[in-house]
């Protein structure tokens, strides 16, 4: 079985700048303290032989993540655009240089873990797209087999509509697509509890 190679889309780790409808209800360092949990998680979760990626923004903050996350990483600029078409972008760089599936990830879905993530890669030997849905109608995981860019046209992002149309770009693109389980992500106060009250490791000390 082929490995994926993971893709993971990640802001620079800044007060402010994460998590900023969770941070309406906890604080701005209250946010970036469960950002930086829900990163460590999600991490941890990928098996460690899976080539992994990290996309970042702002473009001045490779510095930033590499004294965070580690100097032996793979970090790649995330292009300008909405999210559909940095999405798009870094596909398109992938697929240029290998082959294999790929899947992208954020780190707002505390629920991915490495079970999950052994399913969608045995999806993505039979099916063109695999896709994990969240609760609030979009997505925690896509993953491609190639570059299909047609997915993420005319997409209205942060919206309850990304997935629903993401399925309907796929249909018309003739892909055949394997869904995962529908699983939480965590944008406001309500999901940051329940994902504490799941996994207390995502506890933060400060909320303000």
């Given amino acids: 079985m082929t490995q994926p190679t993971i893709l993971l889309f990640l802001k620079a780790p800044r007060k402010g700048l994460v998590k900023t409808r969770l941070a309406k209800s906890i604080g701005d360092r209250g946010a970036l303290g469960a950002y930086r949990n829900l990163v460590s998680k999600q991490i941890a979760e990928f098996d460690p032989s899976w080539p992994l990626n990290i996309h970042y923004t702002p473009v001045d903050a490779q510095a930033e993540?590499?004294?965070?996350?580690?100097?032996?990483?793979?970090?790649?600029?995330?292009?300008?655009?909405?999210?559909?078409?940095?999405?798009?972008?870094?596909?398109?760089?992938?697929?240029q240089n290998q082959t294999g599936p790929v899947f992208l990830l954020g780190a707002d879905c505390p629920w991915l873990n490495?079970?999950?993530?052994?399913?969608?890669?045995?999806?993505a030997v039979l099916s063109?797209?695999?896709?994990?849905?969240?609760?609030?109608?979009?997505?925690?995981l896509l993953g491609l087999n190639q570059n299909h860019p047609g997915l993420f046209e005319d997409i209205k992002w942060s919206s309850e509509e990304v997935f629903g149309?993401?399925?309907?770009?796929?249909?018309?693109?003739?892909?055949?697509?394997?869904?995962?389980?529908?699983?939480?992500?965590?944008?406001?106060?309500?999901?940051?509890?329940?994902?504490?009250?799941?996994?207390?490791?995502?506890?933060?000390?400060?909320?303000?």
């Fill in 114 to 123: 490495s079970v999950i993530l052994k399913k969608a890669s045995r999806a």
């Fill in 165 to 208: 149309q993401t399925i309907e770009r796929a249909e018309g693109l003739g892909l055949s697509v394997a869904s995962l389980p529908t699983l939480h992500d965590v944008d406001n106060l309500h999901e940051w509890t329940l994902a504490q009250n799941t996994f207390p490791e995502l506890s933060v000390s400060e909320h303000k």
């Fill in 128 to 140: 063109d797209v695999v896709i994990g849905p969240t609760h609030d109608g979009g997505y925690y």
């Fill in 65 to 95: 993540m590499s004294d965070w996350l580690g100097s032996a990483r793979s970090f790649i600029v995330q292009e300008s655009g909405d999210l559909g078409k940095r999405l798009s972008a870094a596909i398109n760089q992938h697929f």
